[in-house]
T-cell receptor
Framework: AQSVSQHNHHVILSEAASLELGCNYSYGGTVNLFWYVQYPGQHLQLLLKYFSGDPLVKGIKGFEAEFIKSKFSFNLRKPSVQWSDTAEYFCAVTRSGYSTLTFGKGTMLLVSP | DVKVTQSSRYLVKRTGEKVFLECVQDMDHENMFWYRQDPGLGLRLIYFSYDVKMKEKGDIPEGYSVSREKKERFSLILESASTNQTSMYLC???????????????FGPGTRLTVT
């Protein structure tokens, strides 16, 4: 069975700091990858996704992620975080052509003003 | 915009009660999913459905059942609620995967269930 590992459970940053959240998955075949975000009191929403093609994908609110197949990684980045980025971030993976997602345990990001 | 709605935001039930959580999506999605979300554990799949009257067990189906009588509606049932089922329950829907393509899931706001 595939699994997803998020390296940090909690991250605390000051505004304007750069962000990188790690995500590694275990499945060796073709995958589709996602990052979801859950702002306080809100529902989970898609931040960005990778299906194929350019391994560097850009999402909403200035986020991007890079798929490195050789490292089984899909790390999320943002050059300069804002207080409004305070949220929980989830990495998810599915085998291509499958409907079910496997989620990581999440990383809670707190950005201090 | 895809809309996934859940019948309640907060629910308090007693141990042993039968609990129904309802989910409705308005985008004609084939797939629907039920997850529970617990701190430090992320999202864990309880059941999913890829068509009306079809269901598949997820990672943690014990103590739960589901019903999908109409394409837009997917119900989660706790036959006899227990305190360890206190959690946030999330419903999601998606287009069916085709060939080598999978699609993102759209989530509802969640139901926070407390079993006392």
């Amino acid at each position: 069975a595939q699994s997803v590992s998020q390296h940090n459970h909690h991250v605390i940053l000051s505004e304007a700091a750069s962000l990188e959240l790690g995500c590694n998955y275990s499945y060796g075949g073709t995958v589709n990858l996602f990052w979801y975000v859950q702002y306080p009191g809100q529902h989970l929403q898609l931040l960005l996704k990778y299906f194929s093609g350019d391994p560097l994908v850009k999402g909403i609110k200035g986020f991007e992620a890079e798929f490195i197949k050789s490292k089984f990684s899909f790390n999320l980045r943002k050059p300069s975080v804002q207080w409004s980025d305070t949220a929980e971030y989830f990495c998810a993976v599915t085998r291509s052509g499958y409907s079910t997602l496997t989620f990581g345990k999440g990383t809670m990001l707190l950005v201090s003003p | 915009d895809v809309k996934v709605t859940q019948s309640s935001r907060y629910l308090v039930k007693r141990t042993g009660e039968k609990v129904f959580l309802e989910c409705v999506q308005d985008m004609d999605h084939e797939n629907m999913f039920w997850y529970r979300q617990d701190p430090g554990l992320g999202l864990r799949l309880i059941y999913f459905s890829y068509d009306v009257k079809m269901k598949e067990k997820g990672d943690i189906p014990e103590g739960y059942s589901v019903s999908r009588e109409k394409k837009e509606r997917f119900s989660l049932i706790l036959e006899s609620a227990s305190t360890n089922q206190t959690s946030m329950y999330l419903c999601a829907s998606s287009t069916a995967a085709t060939g080598k393509s999978s699609y993102e899931q759209y989530f509802g706001p969640g139901t926070r269930l407390t079993v006392t």
